[in-house]
């Protein structure tokens, strides 16, 4: 893989809290999804990668160039489009000023072509006919759709996506699928979730981080085949479960170490990523 981004043995640590422990990982070309829960370590990583904070030890490579090196780090911003968990929009400015702002950042200079891009930008993501409104007035999705577009300006190489489906409504979840598969196919996109719904729609790669380590890192259909044979359905939680929870139709659906004869039921992401994080925590318990 000709990767975009490659991460080796990176670690960041903030005071006692370890939110990087010792990640590597190389990112190409699609849309991979960082998949993990509240805590994982998942924005730490995005903000690595996006040049907003530096790691402590190992090497990161970000389009070919060091984001510690102050040249580097401007040409890979010059190239990248970073959606903040915070996006921190100012609220009194139109959706269309705002864009427009962040693309003077962006050093689009020639106002008319600029002007067009930002236009363009909120008709991808369907805030065309709400350019003009105050960022207050927009709701929490529609928001959330401006730090979308303001990443999408100047059509980037790399996109870092943080958390990006927060606040969409199922028809603005579509719409986003369209926005990702509207972009140019060597296009990198990096996004995080703690969602596999997410992954599962939006990612053809995904990495599975929990407690600042990565825990897998491979194709989408890969993730499911983890819990291929480990998912079966039973009266009662089983002991060998790592994971258990109670369905619809009153029995319990178990994720783990099957007994001889289970009822086993088809393997899905979900259960590739419970089977990964749940079996962590029960060995933690065990140690
Ligand atoms: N600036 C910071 N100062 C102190 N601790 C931090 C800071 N940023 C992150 N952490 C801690 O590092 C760990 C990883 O946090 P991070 O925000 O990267 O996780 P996350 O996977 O993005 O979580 P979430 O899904 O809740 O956004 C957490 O324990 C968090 O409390």
Redesign the pocket.
Known sequence: MNASVELAGVAKR??A?V?LHDVSVEIGTGVTGLL??????????LRIVATALGQDSGTVRVLGRDPADPADRLEIRRRLGYLP?ESGLYSGFTAFAFVDYVAVLKEMTDRRARHEEVRRVLDVVGLGDRAHQRIRALSGGMRRRVGLAQALLGRPELLVL??PTVGLDPEQRLRFREVLAGLPPDTTVLL?T?LTEDVAALCSRVVV?DH?SVLFEGWTSELAAVADGRVWDAEQPAPGAAVAWRTPEGRYRNVGDPPPGADLVPAGPEHGYLLLTGSQRVEEVAS
């Open positions: 903030f005071r809290t939110a993990g829960p509240n805590g994982a370590g998942k924005t730490t990583l968990q943080d958390e995080s703690h981080i600042g």
